[in-house]
């Protein structure tokens, strides 16, 4: 794939780009429907998993030479801004120090160095210590919803990586899609 990536870094058609590229993009939108069909903590780290080779900057650099020159074809803003909102997702996406992802260039995606909390006086951990306090006593939220008081932190931080994986995979599937249908 890499020998692919750097032909194409010097393209300049957007659309050899994408038809290259779209066994590829293919295999991302079935690989990340297995993410949706997951556990949300387990559901949120194949997600990471699944988008690190993308983040990457071989890979996202053909992707903005192609938005560059889609912009310069004047294509159509749809294909100009479902490369922009691919690239979005991607950087989103990759390691840094306060992000979700905390995985270093040189480290695997895990469950170690993916992070939740910071909502609901919860503290940001990783998705290890999180998996550890399923069976946290539930309720004490003060004056929470009635439905919170149902719940642990372990319950808390899986809505928040479901809501996450559940809103970023629908835009990544209509991105691709969009894609794959123009390619």
């Given at each position: ?7 194409l870094?010097?393209s ?6 994408l038809?290259?590229?779209k066994p590829?993009?293919s ?5 990340i ?25 071989k ?17 159509p803003?749809i294909?100009?801004?479902?490369l ?12 840094t ?6 995985t ?8 170690h160095?993916?992070y939740?909390?910071?909502?609901n006086?919860l ?6 210590f999180?998996?550890?306090r399923?069976c946290d006593k ?9 439905a ?14 479901q ?15 969009t ?5």
């Open positions: 794939m890499i020998k692919m990536i750097q032909s870094i010097a300049r058609d957007y659309k050899r780009v038809a290259e590229l590829q993009l295999q991302l939108r079935k690989d429907d297995l993410v949706t069909s997951l556990q949300s903590l387990d559901g949120i780290v194949k997600y990471f998993i699944v988008l690190a080779p993308w983040s990457e900057e890979i996202n650099s053909v992707l903005i030479r192609a938005h560059d020159s889609a912009l310069l074809a004047a294509q803003d294909q100009v801004q479902t922009k909102q691919l690239l979005s997702i991607f950087d989103d996406a990759k390691g120090d306060y992000g979700m992802n905390r270093r260039r040189d480290e695997s995606v895990s469950a160095s993916i939740l909390g910071g909502i006086g503290f940001t951990k990783t998705v290890f999180w998996k550890n399923q539930k309720g004490g939220w003060g004056k929470g919803s009635p919170m008081e149902m719940m642990n932190a372990y319950d808390i931080v899986s809505l928040q990586a809501e996450y994986v559940n809103r970023n995979v629908l835009q990544l599937k209509k991105a691709l899609d894609l794959c249908h123009e390619a």
